[in-house]
């Protein structure tokens, strides 16, 4: 279990959400910009026989916007569940909210929000929206504490963040595939993280869906000033939004503005013939929706 908890739970629980906040004066503050929130120090991951990610060294400060890409396979989502404290580095460290911990029950992993990679959630179990919502309450509640009104509030609350309190009655499985994924970004929400990470919110989604939920995302980056990884094929949907492109291809290969790393020399290095660089735009013509 980590030392420095439970401290940095409170204030920053507060800080990212003022309307449920009982100190109107905590919301001015402004989180420590250029702190980094999560660090790897030539931190090599893999399973048996496999190595997904090897000798990454990134620090990501608190309050960035970071865009994640590489082709199928390249350890993106090995990046998550790490993070997530999933995997323990077999070489290097990881340092995620100042701490090492490596254990999954360590209480800074409450204070992220995960949304899975499109297949790893039901999106036909037999719930509400609120209710599926709810269940991002229960990894700060613990196991044996009962949800209160206070969680409903908040959990209400993550719903209005992301346009969907309306439908917090409605089952979740008869929400259009845009609507469920705000649901899933409001119960990472409902955790009230100061990290989120996303693995690729937008895969499967029309075009108009996808728009709205990077939008979303965007957002809620500007009003909560959370910490967000955003995994994306999408590279120009978010090259105008993000702060800072990460380019993996089992190694760290570029991290930078997306001015930087969009470069047709570094993508064609990691891509090969799967990236088609028209005028203003990068088209990646490998077929993604079968992973
Ligand atoms: N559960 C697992 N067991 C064994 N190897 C895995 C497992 N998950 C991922 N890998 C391997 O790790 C590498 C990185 O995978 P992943 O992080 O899922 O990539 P991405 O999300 O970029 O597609 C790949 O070679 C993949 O085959
Ligand atoms: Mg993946």
């Given at each position: 279990m980590c030392s420095n908890w439970p401290e940095p739970w409170n204030r920053h629980n507060r800080r990212f959400h003022p309307n449920i906040d009982?100190?109107?004066?905590?919301?001015?503050n402004t989180p420590r910009m250029n702190h980094p929130i999560i660090r790897f120090d030539h931190a090599t991951f893999g399973f048996p026989g496999t190595?997904?990610?090897?000798?990454i060294t990134l620090s990501i400060p608190e309050s960035e916007f970071v865009g994640v890409i590489g082709p199928n396979g390249s350890g993106k989502t090995t990046l998550c569940r790490a993070v997530l404290g999933l995997m323990a580095p077999l070489r290097g460290t990881l340092r995620v909210l100042d701490c090492a911990c490596e254990?999954?029950?360590?209480?800074?992993?409450?204070l992220i929000g995960y949304l899975p990679q499109?297949?790893?959630?039901?999106?036909?179990?037999?719930?509400t929206v609120l209710e599926a919502v709810m269940m991002g309450r229960y990894g700060a509640l613990g196991l044996f504490r009962r949800p209160s009104g206070k969680d409903r509030d908040i959990a209400r609350q993550a719903l209005t963040q992301v346009g969907m309190d309306h439908h917090r009655d409605s089952a979740l499985g008869a929400l259009s595939g845009g609507q469920q994924q705000r649901v899933f970004i409001a119960r990472a929400l409902a955790q009230q993280p100061r990290i989120l990470l996303l693995d690729e919110?937008?895969?499967?989604?029309d075009l108009t869906a996808q728009h709205s939920v990077v939008e979303l995302i965007q957002q809620l980056h500007q009003q909560l000033k959370l910490t967000i990884l955003m995994i994306t094929h999408d590279i120009n949907m978010i090259r105008s939004r993000v702060d800072r492109l990460v380019l993996l291809?089992?190694?760290?290969f570029a991290a930078g503005p997306p001015q930087e790393v969009l470069q047709p020399d570094i993508l064609s290095q990691v891509y090969g013939k799967e990236l088609v660089i028209t005028d203003k735009d990068f088209v990646i013509v490998e077929d993604y929706h079968h992973h």
């Open positions: 009982d100190n109107p004066a905590a919301s001015v190595i997904a990610l090897e000798d254990e999954l029950r360590c209480h800074h992993r409450a499109k297949g790893m959630l039901d999106r036909n179990f037999p719930v919110p937008t895969t499967g989604l291809k089992t190694k760290l």
